[in-house]
C-alpha cells in the first residue's frame, strides 16, 4: 500500500517534529508527534521506533523491516524493563550481528546494553539463588532445634516438614 508523498512528507515534517521534542525532554508532546506520524503512513518501520513506547510498536516496525537494528535494540529495551533478561539479550545480539552485517557503527552502544543486560540477568540468578539457601538455612534450622529438642525430652510443635526452593 504506497501512500502519495504529500502524505509522506507530511509524516515526515511530523517524525521531524517529534525529533525536536525529544531532544527538548518534551517526551509525552514527542510521542503524540510520533503517534500521529504513524497513521499517516504506518508502512514505515522508523516511525514505529521512533515511537517505542512499546513491546507492540518494537514488534510491529520489526514486521515491518525484520532488519532494523533499531528496532531490535529498542525491544530489548523494553523486554529489560519486563526483566525478560534473555530476550533482551537475544535482541541486542540480533542487533549487534545486523550492526555488522550492514556495517553500521553504533560506537559501543550496543555492547555496553549488552553488558547491562547479561549483568542484570546475572542479579536476578543470583538473587534468587541467594533467596532459596536461605529459605534452606531456614528450614534446616528449624529440622535441627526440633531434633534437638526432641532428644532433649521437651516438648516442640510438629515443624512444617514440606520445603520448595
Request: charged share 25%; net charge positive.
Amino acid at each position: 500500500m504506497a501512500s502519495s508523498p504529500e502524505k509522506s512528507s507530511t509524516a515526515q515534517e511530523l517524525k521531524e517534529q517529534g525529533n525536536q521534542l525529544f531532544l527538548c525532554r518534551k517526551y509525552q508532546e514527542a510521542a503524540t508527534c510520533y503517534s500521529k506520524t504513524i497513521n499517516r503512513n504506518p508502512s514505515v518501520a522508523v516511525y514505529y521506533t521512533n515511537r517505542t513506547l512499546s513491546l507492540a510498536d518494537c514488534k510491529h516496525a520489526l514486521e515491518l523491516d525484520p532488519h532494523s537494528v533499531k528496532a531490535h535494540f529498542f525491544l530489548c529495551q523494553c523486554h529489560l524493563e519486563l526483566e525478560n533478561y534473555n530476550e533482551a539479550i537475544g535482541n541486542l545480539q540480533r542487533a549487534y550481528n545486523l550492526a555488522k552485517e550492514q556495517r553500521l557503527n553504533f560506537g559501543d552502544d550496543i555492547p555496553s546494553a549488552l553488558r547491562v543486560a547479561k549483568k542484570k540477568r546475572w542479579n536476578s540468578i543470583e538473587e534468587k539463588r541467594i533467596n532459596q539457601e536461605n529459605k534452606l538455612h531456614a528450614y534446616l534450622t528449624k529440622l535441627i532445634l526440633a531434633e534437638k529438642e526432641r532428644t532433649s525430652g521437651t516438648y516442640v510443635p510438629e515443624v512444617e516438614l514440606c520445603f520448595s526452593p
